[in-house]
């Protein structure tokens, strides 16, 4: 079945970029999904790719895809003290129906001021 | 326009009770998914509702049970409570349901049951 990896935590500098690391290992058409959850809090989307495409960048927020090694990576730049919260990679198989999201254990990213 | 929510907000039970959670889409998202959110099992899938239908479910106990209504508003309820069924309940909801693309998911707030 499907799995997602993700490293448990990630302390990086007020105004340093962050990167935060995914592996998955489903090899078929697939939608990779970021989630921010802040505490107290529900899952917010921040962006997501298919897996024909290699780069995505929002603002912020830029998501590398390697599909050969199955490992995706969502870089924050300028990262800010806004930006401590759980990140959570996600994946969904698209060609075979109904499938839910398959969700990582998370990242928790501290930023230092 | 007002995003997902879901009542109530906190909730203590004990074991052997039963609860019922609700959840209120956005408007006009027919498509409606409940996760378990633990401390050591992460986020887990337990059921999908599109149209009043359920079209996928996790692998939960049988105690644990949904609905959707026609304007699209979902409750989940869980039976014979365990003290193992305290957890973040996350309802999210979409356009589409999931055998669509994209299929962009927006989650509320949750509900914290603590079972005693």
């Known amino acids: 079945g499907e799995d997602v990896e993700q490293s448990l935590f990630l302390s990086v500098r007020e105004g340093d970029s962050s990167v935060i690391n995914c592996t998955y290992t489903?090899?078929?058409?697939?939608?990779l999904y970021w989630y921010k959850q802040e505490p107290g809090a529900g899952l917010q989307l921040l962006t997501y790719?298919?897996?024909?495409?290699d780069m995505k960048q929002d603002q912020r927020l830029t998501v590398l895809l390697n599909k050969k090694d199955k490992h995706l990576s969502l870089r924050i730049a300028d990262t800010q003290t806004g930006d401590s919260a759980i990140y959570f990679c996600?994946?969904?198989?698209?060609?075979?129906?109904?499938?839910?999201?398959?969700f990582g254990k998370g990242t928790r990213l501290s930023v230092i001021a | 326009k007002a995003g997902v929510t879901q009542t109530p907000r906190y909730l203590i039970k004990t074991r052997g009770q039963q609860v019922t959670l609700s959840c209120s889409p956005i408007?006009?998202?027919?498509?409606v998914s409940w996760y378990q959110q633990t401390p050591g099992q992460g986020l887990q899938f337990l059921f999908e509702?599109?149209?009043?239908?359920?079209?996928n479910k996790g692998n939960f106990p049988g105690r644990f049970s949904g609905r959707q209504f026609s304007n699209s508003r979902s409750e989940m309820n869980v039976s014979t409570l365990e003290l193992g069924d305290s957890a973040l309940y996350l309802c999210?909801?979409?356009?589409?349901?999931?055998?669509?693309?994209?299929?962009?998911?927006?989650f509320g707030p949750g509900t914290r049951l603590t079972v005693t």
């Open positions: 999210a909801s979409s356009l589409t349901p999931s055998g669509g693309t994209a299929y962009e998911q927006y």
């Open positions: 489903d090899s078929s058409s697939t939608y």
């Open positions: 790719i298919f897996s024909n495409m």
């Open positions: 996600a994946e969904r198989t698209w060609n075979s129906g109904n499938t839910p999201l398959v």
């Open positions: 408007s006009g998202h027919r498509s």
């Open positions: 509702y599109f149209s009043e239908t359920q079209r």
